[in-house]
T-cell receptor, first 109, second 114 residues
């Protein structure tokens, strides 16, 4: 079957670095997306990885290892506005996104 | 401003009533999707459309129907609402061209069925 595993909740301090891990099992694989979702709002696109390695985009970076079925999202210089849920979503062989329940990130001053 | 709009923003509905959630995009995207999001669960795909004139069933299609008469609109209909359909509904669209097929989401409709 298809399965996504992410921590339910994480807490970090403003200005620090946090890594949110995601492991996945899908029927086929066509890349992996990370989305950010603030409470009461729609998900918004953060990053996409299709090849192994690290993709850096400002304070956010995303890593993929296809052989291990593993990805992480790295957030640097945390700000209070980064408090949100982070959704890991691999794209399966039918080009459908498989969504995890997300990781709720709480930033403390 | 380009994007996806959904209507209504929120709705309280009596069980057994018929309801259509509207979704319109102006990005000329080929594919459109309807998801529901419930507390503690990931987004679950209800129905999708890869291109105008075609639709497909997602993970949780029962009790819902869709149509895709043109590129821009993708309405979701609940024929006879039940309390288990209380949820937040998101419409999304994606280009379905090229290697990266990023989905962009509308603001959502919060539906309560009593």
């Amino acid at each position: 079957g298809q399965n996504i595993d992410q921590p339910t909740e994480m807490t970090a301090t403003e200005g620090a670095i946090v890594q949110i891990n995601c492991t996945y099992q899908t029927s086929g694989f066509n890349g992996l997306f990370w989305y950010q979702q603030h409470a009461g709002e729609a998900p918004t696109f953060l990053s996409y990885n299709v090849l192994d390695g690290l993709e850096e985009k400002g304070r956010f970076s995303s890593f993929l290892s296809r052989s291990k079925g593993y990805s992480y999202l790295l957030l640097k210089e945390l700000q209070m506005k980064d408090s949100a849920s982070y959704l890991c979503a691999p794209l399966d062989s039918n080009y459908q996104l498989i969504w995890g329940a997300g990781t709720k990130l709480i930033i403390k001053p | 401003i380009a994007g996806i709009t959904q209507a209504p923003t929120s709705q309280i509905l009596a069980a057994g009533r018929r309801m259509t959630l509207r979704c319109t995009q102006d990005m000329r995207h080929n594919a459109m999707y309807w998801y529901r999001q419930d507390l503690g669960l990931g987004l679950r795909l209800i129905h999708y459309s890869n291109t105008a004139g075609t639709t497909g069933k997602g993970e949780v299609p029962d009790g819902y129907s869709v149509s895709r008469a043109n590129t821009d609109d993708f309405p979701l209909t609940l024929a006879s609402a039940v309390p288990s359909q209380t949820s937040v509904y998101f419409c999304a669209s994606s280009p379905r061209t090229g290697d990266t097929d990023t989905q962009y989401f509308g603001p959502g409709t919060r539906l309560t069925v009593l």
